[in-house]
């Protein structure tokens, strides 16, 4: 995956993280906060590259 396409996938996360916030949807948001530590993490590790 380009670092582009992880950063969409990291906008989107976000954006739907922000969504279960507003609803309320405390499983889906905790799932989606792990989902988005590991891509930040991939970021990062690519940035050096």
């Known amino acids: 995956m380009s ?3 992880m950063l969409k996938k990291l906008e989107y996360l ?3 993280q922000t969504n279960c916030l507003e ?3 405390w ?3 905790d799932r ?3 989902s988005i530590k590991k891509l930040e993490a991939n970021i990062l590790h690519h940035v050096g590259e």
């Open 14 to 16: 976000v954006a739907f």
């Open 3 to 5: 670092k582009f396409e």
């Open 27 to 29: 499983d889906d948001f």
């Open 23 to 25: 609803k309320g949807d």
């Open 32 to 34: 989606l906060q792990d």
